[in-house]
């Protein structure tokens, strides 16, 4: 048997210990517990947050809606049982679970849940509350967007969670961790849900474990006042407030007023356009994810079923120069799928970024009988229109998207169509296979496991009008992965077995280019110090401050201190 023996006793209070005795924004670990919470005396009385691009919100706090339209920044009302420590090549840490063992062969695990943990209507947290949270998903498949593939969740005690899966579950267990996956179980309380309509409720009156408590909400804005009795100890603001500040010029001219005190997007040229115009608040910085945006191909589609014509298209774009186009700060990513500085130990010597090669790019495409005809790939008799997607709202997309349509036209002759889609819209239409090419997110620091079945597990194919759910939109679907993907799922334990399944996965990348690495992925954030400081530095943070990141955002917020003190 394997038990994590990272306590809440050592992994929250030993700890928080060490938050305060560092300085702000480079200690980690679980919040600090306390017989108080709540805001500080003498606090600021709050703390404004742009958290995506949107210019209303819903009164939608159904975390397991269908609906895409849910009010964002939840994971401050909801948590997971475990966090996912990105500096540490993933890691996974005690959160609402206080500890877990695994035994039958790796397809089973007790989790032991805190015993201090209260719901913001005063009702304790008890293992009823975890099983019907994580049964959610086995009752109403259609709601399991996180992927989550256990088969049973069972309460043993008022304080114990039994979870089962049919094969080792332990490389699965990093989709409990928010940031492993935007959707990872958030334990909402039985009381107030099992007898809703999971599918229809818009829950207005968010109650959940977290530090926020909804006090206030209109369609451009809504408040959540910090608890006094969060199991996380104080937090130095009284309110977070969520502004909707809509897309990015708009972001960008209330940050440049300094009306905003943090917010999540990409900008190119920042330290000009940004830092330089009031250098002692406004600070820009990216932190490394982990993974890649790569160059998703629709493969049950003509003409990206042919690996030749894949691999025409990734040889025959510049990604130094697309980065010139929208310089965020991101460098060109390895070929093979693996960030190096996580997974060195397991990268294959070939491994490096995907350099223009406009000849073998044209020869990729003459061995495989095909021609460009009035823009057009053509073969056969047959004529194929080609798209790229891209998110609308992402200025650098928008920018790169332009840029492989110049190349590709210069290199190759094609004409390529570039697709703005609305953010609200782009998962669901990769995840039903709505497009010709996308980019798009892979990889991460979940471990190897992750990093490959993410877009090549052909056991999560489905056809084009099928919801993928978050995987495989390629639609990749050749069982030569499969055994490999075993390999590495079935020896944790044995690092050489998984080096050696993964440079085989990498070889299958590089010659076949089910996907292309396109550029490595980074958070973006700005931060102003104007009335908040303590901002983790990218180069000394033991947590990413992203509002995406539940656990990490929750230490972020409990570490600042108002400007001045």
Known sequence: MKMVRQSAAVGALGLALLLTACSPGTAGGAPQTGTSGGAAAGASDAISLRVNNAT??????????????????????????????????????????????????????????????????????????????????????????????????????????????????????????????????????????????????????????????????????????TRADYWGGQFPMKAIKIVAAGGDDQTKARLLKGDLDFATMSWPNAEQEYMARNPQANVYRTFHTGGEESLLFNLDKEPFADAGVRKALAMSVDRSSLLKLAPTGQEPANACGLEPQVYADFMAPECKPQALDVEGAKKALADGGWTVEGGLLSK????????????????????????????????????????????????????????????????????????????????????????????????????????????????????????EAGHQLQKILLEQVPYSPMFTADWFIEMNNARWTGWPEADAASHVPHSALGPDFILTLKNLKPAGQ
Do not use: C
């Open 56 to 225: 209303t919100y819903s009164r939608n706090f159904n975390i397991y809606s269908p609906s895409t339209d849910i009010a964002p920044q939840a994971s401050l009302i909801y948590e997971p049982l475990v966090r996912r420590n990105v500096f540490k090549g993933g890691q996974l840490e005690p959160w609402l679970a206080e500890s877990w063992e695994w035994s039958d062969g790796d397809k089973t695990v007790t989790i032991k849940l805190r015993t201090d943990v209260k719901f913001s209507d005063g009702t304790p947290m008890t293992s009823k509350d975890v099983a019907f949270t994580l049964n959610i998903p086995l009752k109403y498949p259609e709601l399991n967007t996180g992927g989550q593939t256990y088969v049973s969740a069972e309460a043993t005690d008022e304080h114990t969670v039994v979870v089962t899966w049919k094969k080792p579950g332990q490389l699965d267990f990093y989709r409990f961790a928010l940031g492993a996956t935007s959707n990872a179980p958030r334990i909402v309380p039985e009381h107030l849900w099992k007898d809703q309509d999971l599918k229809t409720w818009t829950n207005p009156d968010p109650v959940g474990t977290g530090v926020g408590k909804l006090t206030q909400f209109t369609p451009q804005q809504f408040t959540l006042e």
């Open 380 to 499: 056969g008799g047959k004529t194929y229109p080609l798209s790229v997607k891209v998110v609308q709202e992402y200025s650098n997309w928008m920018a790169w998207g332009k840029g492989m349509q110049d190349q590709w036209k210069t290199n190759l002759g094609l004409d390529v169509k570039v697709v703005a889609t609305p953010e609200e819209n782009y998962d669901p239409q990769l995840n039903e296979g709505d497009f010709d090419m996308a980019l798009y997110w892979t990889g991460g620091s979940n471990g190897l496991y992750s990093v490959f079945t993410d877009q090549l597990d052909p056991e999560t194919y489905v056809p084009v009008g099928k919801d993928a759910q978050y995987q495989n939109q390629g639609r990749w679907k050749d069982q030569s992965t499969a055994p490999l993907l075993d390999t590495i799922r079935t020896n944790v334990g044995d690092p050489a077995k998984q080096k």
